[in-house]
């Protein structure tokens, strides 16, 4: 079994930076592609950014390309979010995940494994 805990989430002001952190634990961590999606009130669940095993290869969504930016520590078994510029569109749930396949897809439906989420709030 795999855990996945976040961490890092808040309150900030528009154009400010928060940095979110997902430890994993149970199974090996290495292998894993990993992933960030988000949700706000309301709405569906949208991918944010991805990140493939090795570090080599990740993917954005156009609404933070630029702004935010996706790295793992295999090493600490942990990945990152840093999020600059946040706007108040940014506001939501985030959430960690990973799956075991190779590719850092976009859907949520490849995921196998979810954390139970960190709010970020961005006030105008």
């Known amino acids: 079994q795999v855990q996945l805990v976040e961490s890092g989430g808040g309150l900030v002001q528009t154009g400010g930076s928060l940095q979110l952190s997902c430890a994993v634990s149970?199974?090996?961590?290495?292998?894993?592609?990993m992933g960030w999606f988000r949700q706000a009130p309301g709405k569906e669940r949208d991918f944010v950014a991805a990140i493939n095993w090795s570090g080599t290869s990740t993917n954005y969504a156009d609404s933070v390309k630029g702004r935010f930016t996706i790295s793992r520590d295999i090493a600490n078994h942990t990945k990152y979010l840093q999020m600059n510029s946040l706007k108040p569109e940014d506001t939501a749930v985030y959430y960690c995940?990973?799956?075991?396949?190779?590719?850092?897809?976009?859907?949520?439906?490849?995921?196998?494994?979810w954390g139970q989420g960190t709010q970020v709030t961005v006030s105008s």
């Open positions: 995940a990973a799956r075991r396949g190779v590719e850092p897809v976009t859907t949520a439906r490849s995921y196998d494994y």
């Open positions: 149970g199974r090996t961590f290495s292998y894993f592609t």
